[in-house]
């Protein structure tokens, strides 16, 4: 590995311990969504409080994770957003389907359209060779910027096992309008590819990422499949905190 990557992973590892109990504390149903039982989400808590003192926490998360690439085929929204979410998600994940096609529609209609969210996904494969394979699929088909397509149409409903075999990815990229499908079935078996989801795979386990749906928004962690209410709750407290440090100058 380059000292480019190591040198943000050995950072995020510095503070993966915080986050991973965070997440341990504040989202137990993260086991739950990866084992198929509950909800996939936790009863709603009680309202944050003025000052958390996790917040420069999750502000220096916030700074390592977001990359805001004016250029990523794998985000949605203005890089300069001021609420950046991202997501670690596996392909083979239930939960990870029910966000995609019901919560996060909702997210880009109110927050990503609006210009306050930028969503950006992080290829997060936990189940095995047909989720890497499915992963560095959605990464070829960004290369021809459809990757949105693409991700919605895997996601249409929960595919596992041979569903994600190479020719069943080929077919749903041409339903998702890739238009070279050559050029896809190559970058799907390259090597850029399978460099692109390591990166993603070795930030989320840097950070103690275990399980998907994994969400960090503005820095503050939020795991499974929660209701949209807990999304808009996050998005609206991280928003707060940009405007109250543009009134103060930092």
Known sequence: MSARVSTPSRRLAAIGAIIALVVAVTAAGIALARNGGGSGGHESSAAQPAFDPQQPT??????????????????????????????YADYQCSFCGR?????????????VDEGV??????????????????????????????????????????????ALAEDKLVDMAGTAGVKDLDRFREDLNGSDAEAAVKKDQEEGYALGVKSTP????????????QPLKEFEAAITQAKAVKDAAGKSGK
Do not use: M
Not at 99 to 111: M, N, S
């Open 214 to 225: 994994t969400f960090l928004v503005g820095g503050r962690p939020l795991a499974g499949a």
């Open 58 to 87: 999750y502000d220096r998360l916030e700074k390592i994770t977001s990359r805001r690439d004016k250029g990523d085929p794998l985000a949605v929204g203005r890089a300069d957003a001021p609420v950046v979410l991202v997501e």
């Open 117 to 162: 969210l930028r969503i950006e996904f992080r290829n997060f494969p936990i189940f095995g060779k047909d989720s890497e394979r499915a992963a560095r699929a959605a990464w070829a088909a960004g290369r021809q910027g459809r990757f949105a397509q693409f991700h919605h149409e895997v996601f249409a409903k929960l595919r596992k096992g041979d």
């Open 99 to 111: 966000f995609t096609r019901e919560t996060q529609p909702e997210l880009v209609r109110k927050y």
